[in-house]
């Protein structure tokens, strides 16, 4: 069984600035998952997936939109402990680990 989330040095990086087209987020974030540790829980099943949609080329298909819901999703739950995953606070087109803010 893999690990079930990132480590501490993964608060604060950015996956993918600057863009948020599908084409640049997939390959933004295949990218990014290469370079995670192996053992993440999974991590080969989020690689193929956005393989297999940067190979196909589309990316204007309902199934890219629900292929990227997915990557999201995983990325989310593989946060480092007091970080989410999603756009930064003060960049919208900037997807990272981010720190969680205590209220």
Not at 34 to 56: D, H, N, Y
Request: aromatic share 12%; with cysteine.
């Amino acid at each position: 069984m893999g690990k079930k989330c990132l480590p501490s040095g993964w608060a604060g990086v950015s996956l993918s600035h600057a863009t948020m087209q599908p084409e640049h987020l997939f390959d933004a974030f295949l990218t990014g998952i290469q370079q995670m540790p192996p053992k993440l829980a999974g991590r080969t099943q989020v690689m193929q997936k956005c393989s297999q949609r940067i190979e196909s080329g589309d990316y204007e298909c309902t199934n890219a939109f629900y292929d990227l819901e997915d990557v999201f999703d995983w990325l989310c739950s593989i946060a480092p402990r007091g970080c989410y995953f999603g756009s930064h606070p003060g960049n919208g087109s900037d997807y990272g680990f981010w720190e969680m803010e205590n209220e």
